[in-house]
């Protein structure tokens, strides 16, 4: 059995499989390791599981799903806090789609992780949501997924001009 296949499995953990990442592919940017892992664990399930099956179901059914399972932990290690406001402390990360296009093969710029207080601000207006998604999809669309974090300078500037 294939690394991928155990941790979609849970044979190993998220912890695990990205000690092994970061053994190949170096510390030197924080979250390359799990970068490569978000796009090897697509690649697996693109060629393993039964995409039009994950793409019709139910969405609720869906975020039960092993393989959403899987890159919702990659996920929030790479993003690590709420996009919209920095909160770092929140116990529970909520981890909101942008679009719902590329399911069940979401890439970093399917999706974004907020704290529940502004996930729930986010859906209250329509308009604001898409506005917002519109401002994720192109700040983080135009960057290398190293410079994606909110703490790198360029993140720190698109914040800057899109808080004011
Ligand atoms: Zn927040
Ligand atoms: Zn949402």
Redesign the pocket.
Known sequence: MDLLSKYLNNSINFDEILKIYKESYGTKFDFLPSAILLYDLNNYIAEHSEIEKLRRMDYSLYLKTKEWRAKRKIILNIYG???????NK?PFYHIHHNNYENLPLEGLTDLIV??????N?FHRDRETITEYSKMMMSWISEDETVNISRNSSEGRAKYAEWEQ
């Open positions: 806090h709420c996009q919209l406001c920095g909160n929140e907020l704290c529940e207080y502004c996930h601000q």
